[in-house]
């Protein structure tokens, strides 16, 4: 490249990167196994936030209805001891694949994200940091390629 | 580039023009006539970014991969903004309306107008037309978190330059030593979010021959081939409504009359709602020209509105 300055440009932007890409990795090693469990506030707030999703879930026009023949007291046991397991927390999830649970279901992408903000909100409501429920949210997301069959 | 390219460029504008409105036009009657493409809003809060200085979804200054409005890909969103970047001795107000078709596709439309506050320029006006077209090509800024993949989209935007008021006998951008007044830049974008660390982060490539984006033509006396730009932009989530970050624009110096320098910004955005963002900004842009050898350092203020 002939212009020192834009050598310098790419050489700035590119350490821009590696800085970013950097703190990402760090903040990786630094987490202990059930760091986010804790950090979440345990068994009790997790219980609490996800009977509040699935109140919020069943008012919210946008997915109420894919609910009908849904047992939501199982499925509130379900989410909680998934939520638990997925945070490093002492449970193990006893449901079926997530896959087998939501054939036929055909949800999109809409609906998986209504169910995200109504999360969210029930976190929001329990004080979880925004950081906190990001790491959870980075979590479950994923699991929008088999969620989502529509 | 020569006359017949030009005229070839303006044709197509206006030919996209027409096929903006007319798919602006197609999307409101279905909308009324089917629930089926009723806007469904499904992109969680902050997602879509917001609208960069040029009309195309990113950070300010730098278009990103994501896909403009909250439509998700069952569905469609849409947006206008206004922004205005005022420094000591210019200012760059611009409006312009985008589309987000099915995640997939983007199209923007941009109206730039450049003007000068400090004689001799005072009375200095320049116009300029953009219009975008952006298409996702992988991954998904949201759902990729177990994996490095980022979501990933290649852009082109057609621009027009309409010419040079207040100057007296300089009246198009040629006149200062641009070799045309219209172009296009080709970018591939990367936008990766690590939800895990509330981060953003972006790097776009663009190829351009566009001085000060365009505002002063394309090409010129030092240089009239395409350059490879690097583009990046950092973004730290505070919370939904809130996000805080910074960018880099690399440019090219084409120009004997203007000692381009690369752009640099620090953001705050705003989101009250799915319809409104706020984007509040410092900007660095370097000096503009030669005869006004002060570094141009302000304000950039972005509203856009829509689904």
């Given at each position: 490249m002939k212009n020192p300055t834009t050598t310098s440009g790419w050489l700035a932007a590119i350490l821009v990167a590696l800085i970013a890409s950097a703190t990402v990795v760090s903040a990786h090693a630094q987490k202990t196994e059930d760091s986010l469990y804790r950090d979440l506030g345990g068994l009790d707030v997790l219980t609490k936030v996800v009977d509040d999703t699935l109140a919020l879930a069943l008012a919210d026009a946008r997915i109420k209805?894919?609910?009908?023949?849904?047992?939501m007291k199982r499925l509130a046991k379900l989410i909680t001891e998934q939520f638990c397991e997925l945070s490093g927390?002492?449970?193990?999830?006893?449901?079926?694949?997530m896959k087998e649970v939501h054939?036929?279901?055909?949800?999109n992408n809409m609906q998986f994200n209504a169910l995200v903000e109504d999360l969210q909100a029930a976190m929001d409501k329990s004080g979880i940091p925004s950081r906190t429920q990001n790491k959870l949210l980075a979590l479950l997301a994923p699991m929008q390629r088999t969620v989502v069959t529509k | 580039m020569t006359y017949t390219t030009g005229r070839a460029l303006r044709r197509a504008s206006v030919i996209a023009s027409g096929a903006f409105m007319a798919l602006m036009s197609t999307a409101a009657s279905a909308q009324t006539a089917s629930t089926?493409?009723?806007?469904?809003?499904?992109?969680?809060?902050?997602?879509a970014g917001v609208v960069q200085v040029e009309g195309a979804g990113g950070g300010g200054l730098v278009p990103w991969a994501t896909i403009t409005g909250y439509g998700s890909r069952d569905s469609y969103g849409a947006n206008v903004h206004y922004t205005y970047v005022g420094t000591q001795d210019y200012k760059l107000a611009s409006y312009g309306v985008a589309v987000g078709i099915a995640d997939r596709v983007e199209l923007s439309l941009a109206k730039q107008r450049f003007s000068g506050?400090?004689?001799?320029?005072?009375n200095l006006r320049i116009d300029q037309d953009i219009y975008g077209v952006k298409v996702k090509l992988a991954g998904d800024i949201v759902y990729d978190?177990?994996?490095?993949?980022p979501q990933i989209a290649a852009g082109v935007m057609v621009k027009r330059n309409n010419g040079i008021g207040g100057l007296g006998a300089v009246t198009s951008v040629k006149d200062l030593?641009?070799?045309?007044d219209s172009g296009i830049d080709y970018y591939l974008a990367a936008t990766k979010l690590f939800l895990d660390q509330s981060l953003l982060v972006n790097a776009t490539v663009r190829a351009t021959r566009a001085n000060q984006m365009g505002i002063l033509g394309f090409g010129g006396d030092k240089g009239d081939r395409y350059q490879a730009m690097l583009e990046s932009s950092v973004a730290y989530?505070?919370?939904?409504q809130w996000v805080v970050g910074a960018e880099y624009r690399m440019k090219p110096r084409n120009l004997a009359a203007d000692n381009e320098k690369d752009y640099y910004d620090a953001f705050v955005a705003w989101f009250p709602s799915k319809n409104l963002s706020l984007t509040l900004a410092y900007v660095s842009l370097g000096d503009i020209t030669i005869y006004n050898p002060k570094r141009q350092d302000g304000v950039y203020l972005s509203v856009q509105a829509g689904f």
């Open positions: 209805d894919t609910f009908k023949e849904t047992d927390g002492p449970c193990k999830y006893s449901g079926d694949p054939q036929g279901l055909a949800l | 089926a493409m009723t806007p469904d809003m499904g992109k969680l809060m902050a997602t506050s400090l004689a001799p320029l005072n978190q177990d994996t490095w993949m030593g641009a070799r045309s989530l505070l919370n939904r």
